[in-house]
């Protein structure tokens, strides 16, 4: 069986969204009630091997063997200790997460923390479950984090402790969509800080941080500055749809990402 069929049969059966089925992309009636439709379902991309042994960044086939690292990783060492990435980020794993953000986010939370989860390496010894945290400001405009609902979810599944509030935002920054690294890192300086009341509880944990979209790597590569300065010993990255510069580059950046009004599916060139 595939990784892919294996996941399949992880996601399906534990999917509870609202009767009558209906696939939570595309809105076509799917026969039970099992997360996606198929034709949904095959069009989201699961990172596969072989891949940095850093960052997990899916790697050409040409890499085959032994340990290797990708460009960024080798040009820039990170200061995370891996990636855990859901899927790729692609037109599927985008409206899911739209979806996600803008309606039906309890069934959703589920099904995407089983994805990153199926993906997350071996989490031995005790770890810490902390999502990227969100402006207040946001916080009261959207209701929730998002990224606070997948740690919940993944806590509850790996049974590791969750501190929701772990890290917090100081200040509102604007969306990062369309800056450059070095506006980024402005735009980003003396936003996020470790809560002081959970400093004592962080120190020496294995973290998994936890947030939806992974983009340029910004946000979370700031709060594993924080954590490692709080001393973590580790700080593995864990998302649901992780952004490849590729994609960055071609012009669709997710931060920038505004509710949509669900249109007509394009047609698929196949
Ligand atoms: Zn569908
Ligand atoms: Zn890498």
């Known amino acids: 069986m595939s990784v892919k069929q294996r996941l399949a049969e992880i996601v399906q059966p534990a999917v509870d969204l609202v009767y009558p089925p209906r696939c939570p992309l595309c809105g076509d009636a799917i026969a039970e009630q099992k997360g996606l439709c198929a034709s949904c379902w095959s069009e989201l991309v699961i990172p596969g091997e072989p891949s940095c042994a850093t960052c997990q960044r899916p790697l050409g086939d040409s890499m085959l063997g032994g340990e290797v690292q990708c460009a960024p990783c080798l040009a820039n060492p990170p200061r995370h200790d891996g990636i855990a990435a859901g899927t790729l980020y692609n037109d599927a794993s985008r409206k899911l997460i739209l979806a996600f953000k803008h309606g039906r986010r309890i069934a959703l939370a589920d099904m995407l923390a089983k994805l990153i989860e199926a993906r997350l390496p071996k989490l031995d010894g005790d770890w810490l479950i902390v999502p990227v945290p969100l402006h207040r400001t946001r916080l009261w405009s959207r209701g929730f984090n998002q990224a606070g609902l997948l740690a919940q979810n993944l806590s509850k599944s790996t049974g590791h402790g969750l501190v929701v509030d772990g890290l917090i935002r100081t200040k509102r920054t604007e969306s990062l969509g369309g800056l450059g690294q070095k506006a980024r890192e402005r735009a980003l300086a003396g936003s996020i800080t470790i809560n002081p009341a959970c400093k004592e509880r962080l120190k020496d944990a294995q973290v998994l941080l936890v947030d939806d979209v992974l983009t340029s790597g910004a946000t979370s590569d700031m709060c ?44 698929r060139d196949e």
């Open 224 to 267: 594993v500055r924080k954590l490692k300065r709080a001393k973590v010993s580790r700080a593995v990255v864990a998302c649901f749809a992780r952004v490849l510069d590729e994609a960055l580059e071609h012009g669709r950046h997710p931060e920038s990402e505004t509710p949509e009004v669900r249109k007509p599916r394009a047609p």
